[in-house]
């Protein structure tokens, strides 16, 4: 695999070789109508055809037959995305990386220097990840490291929202793609059986009433399967669960097509029913809770998030508190 691959891909300027390739995966493209097709020479033909193999593909040529891509690599390259995802916002333009800081970080920049609404900056490795409240987000090859940049017309504090409709599209794409019961834990965790296999990080520029545009960071653990000694009890992968690779790419689609239907959906109708299925997989609801937040911590249930996405805590005292950020843990044996 190239360790330093980086590319800035357009929708409408793609790599057309590679895209005719894939389209045509299993088939013989003759050399002599992708020279004519491109307008390049059969040399240059050959050239781009070495460079995908660089890049791990397998295409078998045939001075008669042309050529024929046997097999992708497993890496989430825009054409591939391209090519496997039935998208119309997310994705016109993709920002790839074999590695780099945080694909938040770049995404921010990018999205500073006027990158259109549905942008999506993905790397196979990040040696800075970032988590929510500073913490380190480890990320090696095999995860799917993602950022979309959103530019929606909404008021900042409702911009949580974001953030509960990605997690919706991200538990809902596991359980349909893998086939896995992911379940929701407040406010932005995907869990299986108790261990996190993804987090959100949702970061935002804003003016008091009009949001510039948003970067929804999403990590899934994929395929990556060693965790450090202080994550190993706490977070899982699909690899590691399903007890076999997982199709990134597949998923990747699965998560972007939902996350693109609920962002248009919200647009019509309001965040309503991506509220309810959100509730419905939220694991901590009716649960007794420790929550833990920069004001401090406290004990209580969990009995319902509000439309703007905050946890509502009853307290002992019986007083209910509005949790917008922090930790919350299940209380050990009430759970
Ligand atoms: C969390 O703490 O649960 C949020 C983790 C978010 C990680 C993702 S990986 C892609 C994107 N880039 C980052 O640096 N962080 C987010």
Redesign the pocket.
């Known amino acids: 695999m190239n360790e330093n691959l980086t590319l800035v891909s357009n929708k409408s300027q793609p790599n057309e070789l590679l895209m005719l390739l894939l389209e045509n995966r299993g088939r013989y493209i003759s050399g002599e109508k992708i020279s004519k097709d491109f307008g390049i020479s059969r040399t240059a033909v050959w050239k781009q055809i070495n460079t995908l193999r660089e890049w791990g593909y397998k295409i078998k040529s045939s001075s008669r037959l042309g050529y024929c891509i046997e097999e992708s690599p497993d890496l989430l390259l825009p054409e591939e995305i391209w090519s496997s995802c039935d998208l119309s916002i997310l994705g016109s333009e993709i920002y790839y990386y074999s590695l780099i800081d ?3 970080n770049a995404a921010k920049k990018i999205a500073q220097e006027g990158a259109p609404e549905g942008t999506l900056v993905i790397a196979e490795r ?1 040696n800075r ?4 409240i500073e ?1 380190q ?1 480890q ?1 090696p090859l095999g995860g799917i ?3 979309v940049i959103l530019r929606p017309y909404l008021l900042p504090q409702d911009a949580p929202k974001l953030t509960i409709m990605t997690a919706v599209a991200v538990a809902e794409a596991i359980r349909s793609e893998i086939e896995i019961e992911a379940d929701i834990k407040w406010p932005n ?1 995907i869990l299986i059986h108790g261990k996190k296999v993804c ?3 949702t970061e935002m520029s804003a003016e008091l009433d009009a949001v510039n545009y948003v970067v929804i ?3 899934i653990n994929a395929n990556n399967d060693s965790f450090s000694e202080e994550l190993k009890d706490i977070a899982v992968s699909l690899k590691e669960v399903k007890g076999q690779k997982i199709n990134r790419l597949k998923l990747l689609c699965a998560v972007l097509s939902k996350l693109e239907d609920y962002y248009e959906k919200a647009e019509t109708e309001g965040f309503y029913e991506i509220l309810e299925r959100w509730k419905s997989l939220c694991v901590n609801l009716g649960k007794k809770v420790n929550i833990k937040s920069i004001n401090g911590s406290f004990e209580g249930t969990a009995v319902d998030i509000d439309e703007f996405g905050a946890l509502l805590v009853k307290k002992q005292d019986g007083d209910i508190a509005r949790v917008l950020s922090g930790d919350v843990s299940l209380r050990q044996n009430e759970d």
């Open positions: 945080s694909t938040n990040q990840g970032r988590g929510r913490r987000w990320s490291w993602l950022s965790d987090g959100i990080l960071g999403v990590g």
